[in-house]
């Protein structure tokens, strides 16, 4: 095998690479030296914008399953036959914390899938969580501010946390979900994923359901107490990302077995609370798990920069048979991911590898911009329509129309018969073991009690007590208790 040449970025041979050039000897640098000034100055261009929420994350190639048929609720077409397969990327993350956060911490975890399938890349841009803790997307941006780091203190802010909790009611669901046992995964084999929006699937004869969707992973749920956590933490900051890279390394390949809940389109507007409401779950006593297929993780990575922080996922990357349902979060959703992606990787990122179609092409009159590599050949037209056979629309619609009525203005969600914002919190807390309970009502109070102001601390305390007068009892009395130390 020939010697492998060391060569500037466009190709020439470098003589040494380990003196710069001088004009004589002990003297200044020559500007004349391109393969110093090249090194220096495409090193302080490595980095890019980190995401502004789940920027920390582990990526992983694998591939989908379908082991039951689903033909009677959507027509699309990775999903139109037992056993067929299609490959995927997905991306685990944790939210708040910037790339230099740690792994395991109390924090939802993301779970967003990429299926490379023949009629474009579907994206499921999920959490571990079913439910989130706002369900309208003007909330998002004030939301994730009292999350993050502080802006005077440089640090993640009690005060700011459960400030932003005290005027969100409909948080109290995911805060139960979050200061229970789940709230920190043991690594990202050992949790299951949420689309946690309803979504919509459409049959080929036009029929509309509504769905949500659940992995359930096949590892079995593993999670770490708050005081495992700090220990793991300690040990190793990138605790989820060495487990998942070794287990695949080692042939071990995670599975997740895919369900859906199904609701047709027409049960929703009499349903008993507002099914696009993110913050509740459907109970699998109304709408039962039916089972959809299986996803296996086989592949790591080559180059984590190249593949995983340039991985771009957008809720509104759908295929003919899946779209968006009604919920407000997820109509906002389907504006934030690609301007993103625009923001921090450019206009062009859908022409990176990871992020291409990789079952089917993209063929469009979308031209030019930084970074191009998809150009037409010479006698492509760059409009539409043209007389040259270029690419035409299918007159096909993608999914069934959603129903609209009333007058545009800032409305709330429209009624149903039960709408507050704590009746599952509570039936989640009346689920919970005892012990699991005093873990809960620990956590919180952990939290809680640090929080400088006693009508966010009172305004807290009563959102707990509308969920169960038993739970908001015992998270007052811890606290009191904390705060009396
Ligand atoms: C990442 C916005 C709610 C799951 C992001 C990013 C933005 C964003 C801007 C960074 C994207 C990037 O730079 O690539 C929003 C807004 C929301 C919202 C505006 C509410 C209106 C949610 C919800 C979920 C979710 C409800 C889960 C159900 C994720 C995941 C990622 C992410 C998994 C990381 C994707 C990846 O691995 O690249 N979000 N988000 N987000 N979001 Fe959201």
Known sequence: MSKRVLTTESGAPVADNQNSATAGVGGPLLLQDQHLLEKLARFNRERIPERVVHARGSGAYGYFEVTDDVTAYTKANFLN??????DLFIRFSTVADSLGGADAVRDPRGFAVKFYTEEGNYDLVGNNT???????????????????????????????????????????????????????????????????????????????????????????????????????????????QTDLLQAIERGVNPSWTLYVQIMPAAEAASYRFNPFDLTKVW?????????????????????????????????NNFVPGIGPSPDKMLQGRLFAYADAHRYRLGVNHTQLPVNAPKATVADNYGRDGFMATRNGSRHDKNYEPNSYAGPAQTDQPLSAPLAVHGHTGTHAAPAHVKDDDFFQAGELYRLMSEEEKSRLVANIA?????????????????????????YGKRVEEAVRALRED
């Open 81 to 86: 036959q037992v056993g067929k397969r299609t």
């Open 130 to 240: 079913p439910v989130f803790f706002i369900k309208d997307p003007i909330k998002f941006p004030d939301f994730i501010h009292s999350q993050k780091r502080d802006p005077f203190t440089g640090k993640q802010e009690p005060d700011n946390v459960w400030d932003f909790w005290a005027h969100s009611p409909e948080a109290t669901h995911q805060i139960t979900w979050l200061m229970g046992d789940r709230g920190i995964p043991a690594s990202y084999r050992h949790m299951n994923g949420y689309g946690s929006h309803t979504y919509q699937w459409t049959n080929a004869e036009g029929e509309a359901f509504f769905v949500k969707y659940h992995f359930k992973t096949n590892q079995g749920i593993r999670c770490l107490s708050s005081e495992q956590a700090a220990e793991v933490v300690g040990k190793d900051a990138n605790s989820h």
């Open 283 to 315: 109970p699998h006593a109304d709408y039962p798990l039916q089972r959809v297929g299986r996803m296996v993780l086989d592949r790591n990575p080559d180059n984590v920069f190249a593949e995983v922080e340039q991985a771009a996922f957008s809720p």
């Open 446 to 470: 952990g939290g809680l009690s640090q929080v400088s102001r006693e009508d966010v601390i009172e305004k807290n305390i009563a959102h707990f007590h509308a969920a169960d007068p038993d």
